[in-house]
């Protein structure tokens, strides 16, 4: 029975089509986040926030509205996400309990991306280039970690858990957790892996 889950979770992995997906989402995922520092970049650019805070705003008052209304904005385009994957009948993301992983999947990369850009807004003048800029990053940190962890997985494959090569797969994918657009794309990853080989994880 080992070995099956082991045929199994390897023709699972070099299939790929789930990191696939996970990667396509991951790139239409990233323009949304980086679109909520144009205004951020505009507004201090053109002094607006100063003037609104010379007439009595709380910064703090300043930065949860942007972040609430950020958050409705990206609940928008996550939804069509959600709503694709479902209309489109992906077994491995709209099957029992699967649906409601990848609704709070969605979900808390919301709750996390949004702050993660809000700094970069300090450092642009021009709410293009800042744009421009979050896109490549939000891009270049979720796929390059993605495609950096599957590869090592892979690799490892059939490698004891106290194997070097193992102990680095586990490592870097620690590491990476700090990249809202890697645990977007790895998440999506194993809830697909759950539903290929479910006693392996």
């Known amino acids: 029975m080992n070995e099956t889950n082991n045929m199994l979770s390897t023709e699972f992995i070099l299939q790929g089509s789930d990191v696939v997906i996970s990667i ?34 709380y910064p703090l008052v300043y930065w949860l509205t942007n972040f609430i209304w950020d958050l409705l904005n990206y609940l928008l385009p996550a939804a069509c996400v959600i709503v694709i994957l479902r209309l ?33 807004s300090f450092r642009f003048t021009e709410p293009s280039n800042a744009y421009i800029f979050l896109i490549v990053i939000n891009l270049f940190s979720g796929i390059t970690c993605i495609y950096t962890s599957f590869f090592l997985e892979i690799f490892a494959l059939g490698s004891p858990a106290t194997s070097t090569l193992s102990i680095i797969t586990r490592t870097v994918k620690k590491i990476f957790k700090i990249f809202p657009n890697y645990c977007l794309g790895r998440g999506l990853i194993d809830i697909a892996y759950n539903v290929s080989s479910p006693n392996l994880i």
């Open 88 to 120: 489109f009948n992906v077994p491995a993301y709209v099957e029992g309990e699967n649906f409601l992983a990848v609704i709070s999947l969605f979900l808390m990369y919301g709750w996390s991306i949004i702050p993660v850009m809000y700094p970069f």
């Open 24 to 57: 396509f989402i991951i790139v239409a995922m990233s323009f949304v986040p980086a679109s909520f520092t144009l205004f951020l970049v505009y507004e201090r650019a053109t002094k607006s926030k100063h003037i609104q805070y010379i007439n009595g705003l």
